[in-house]
Nanobody
């Protein structure tokens, strides 16, 4: 059974940083592309960043986070990370990890809350 466990969220002031982690169990992690999503209250879940299989040499970001967020993966630890810098109030959301393609996603985890506020 696949399990996604996100962690690392919290309350941070504008301009601050957080590092999110997502540990994946139950599947051979290294063969799956992975992504981070977020969902703010009243909004649909949106793709934030994705990373390809293996070493993760190919990454993609939504325009609003380019230059501020960095996605990475550690296959030995079965974990995908999201380093978030220069955080803005509009980054406030629950963050989730999963496969990027909606047609083949795992069961969603509980997510981790990120709140950017002064």
């Amino acid at each position: 059974q696949v399990q996604l466990v996100e962690s690392g969220g919290g309350l941070v002031q504008p301009g601050g940083s957080l590092r999110l982690s997502c540990t994946v169990s139950g599947v051979p992690f290294s063969i799956f592309p992975m992504a981070w999503f977020r969902q703010a209250p009243g909004n649909q879940r949106e793709l934030v960043a994705s990373i390809n299989i293996g070493s993760g040499s190919i990454t993609n970001y939504r325009d609003t986070v380019k230059g501020r967020f960095t996605i990475s993966r550690d296959n030995a630890k079965r974990t995908v990370y999201l380093q978030m810098n220069s955080l803005k109030p509009e980054d406030t959301a629950v963050y989730f990890c999963n496969r990027p393609a909606t047609s083949s996603q795992f069961t969603w985890g509980q997510g981790t809350q990120v709140t950017v506020s002064s």
